[in-house]
């Protein structure tokens, strides 16, 4: 089992996966400390309305969303216990972005994502805000994926950027350069041992972790990373490109940190393998209660359970030899005539020079029962 700090677990994504990284963030702040957001507006932006993800969240035609009342929506959930205290965020660390040149989420909505962190507390200095890259609807790379302004499938787009690296960097502080080659191993895992029928609620059969050799040390610590990949990102849409290629892993290498690759899929209402944060799944879909929220909570809770340290096998001792002898080591007693009994359970044994195999547990208790 992993040794997962639970001081050091933090959240990304992109589009949806931005907005799902936010949501996460915001509802289970008590147990993340920081957030990464590529191409994502604020929390609870949709507000449960289609017609607010398409024309508020996305373009502006109904308005932009207003992150700081948008906080203060976030404090009015925390106070019907919904979502963890808003006060948890205020020295969590935020990395944001918005490309030039993206077409689907404005960086008039992404904007709003930072005045939500500021409403919330955090300074100036806990906000790496960028929007001077001319990239298109995409999370970026150094070297891999289409050309920069792209706004197509795999939404992977090469800009000369390590936006992975600069996302951890930005959430946990200077690191260690990434490996260039990884020492690890990626683990794929069955999703519906943290929600049933995981389809049901667009949910992929299939999660992903990539875990560095150093994590699976006896005695190591690692921190956490949990990446959600975007709109039309999942397995079934562009196979292991999010998971393998988007940049985390060699960073994640190099720093002991695991990353957690949940899987979206397509379903009704989603036809693109979104993350749910318009509510097309449940109505408490921005909560701690939401069907896709819980799983991915149940998923972190078991990467950083501590380890249980094995059960002493429980105590039993066998004796074998003749009455006497048991009589004579203190484990019986002479109870009539010439006859011994089993000290703790008065057994009857039998005569003294009689043979007996006399079992004892709990320590001091001895009969003729073998121990289980």
């Not at 195999?357 to 709990?362: A, G, I, K, V």
Request: proline share 6%; with cysteine; charged share 15%.
């Amino acid at each position: 089992m992993l040794a997962v700090d639970p001081s050091g677990i933090s959240v990304s994504g992109v589009s949806s996966g931005a907005y799902m990284a936010v949501q996460f963030h915001v509802a289970f702040s008590d147990d993340v400390m920081g957030a990464g957001v590529v191409a994502g507006g604020p929390y609870y932006c949709a507000q449960g309305l289609v017609s607010y993800a398409l024309k508020r969240c996305m373009d502006t035609a109904l308005g932009r969303p207003d992150g700081a009342a948008l906080f203060r929506e976030a404090q009015r959930l925390a106070d019907q216990g919904l979502i963890d205290a808003t006060a948890n965020l205020a020295d969590d660390r935020v990395y944001i972005f918005a490309g030039r040149r993206d077409p689907v989420v404005e960086p008039a909505v992404v904007a709003e994502t930072a005045d939500f962190y500021r409403a919330a507390g955090l300074t100036a200095e806990h906000i790496a805000y960028i929007d001077d890259i001319g990239a298109g609807h995409a999370f970026i790379t150094t070297d891999h994926g289409l050309a920069c302004a792209a706004t197509d499938a795999p939404f992977i787009n090469d800009c000369d950027y390590d936006q992975a690296g600069a996302i951890l960097q930005a959430i946990y502080g200077e690191l260690r350069p990434p490996s260039a080659d990884l020492s690890g191993r990626f683990l794929g895992f069955d999703q519906s041992a943290f929600i049933s029928q995981p389809r049901r609620h667009s949910m992929g059969d299939t999660g992903y972790v990539y875990i560095p050799a150093a994590c699976e040390q006896p005695g190591a610590a690692c921190r956490l990373h949990i990446a959600f990949h975007g709109c039309k990102q999942s397995t079934a849409d562009i196979g292991d490109q999010f998971y393998r290629r988007a940049g985390y892993n060699p960073w994640a290498d190099a720093n002991r940190i695991v990353v957690l690759y949940p899987q979206s899929v397509a379903g009704p209402g989603n036809p693109n393998s979104c993350w749910d944060w318009w509510g097309y799944g449940d109505a408490a879909y921005h909560t701690r209660a939401g069907p896709q929220m819980a799983a991915v909570a149940a998923m972190v809770a078991r990467l950083a359970a501590a380890p249980e340290s094995p059960a002493a096998p429980p105590f039993c001792r066998v004796h074998a030899g003749t009455n006497y002898s048991h009589w004579t080591a203190g484990r019986a007693h002479l109870c009539s005539f010439w006859l011994i009994c089993a000290n703790g359970s008065d057994e009857h044994l039998g005569w003294p020079y009689s043979r007996t195999t006399l079992f004892e547990q709990p320590e001091g208790h001895f009969s003729t029962t073998a121990c289980p």
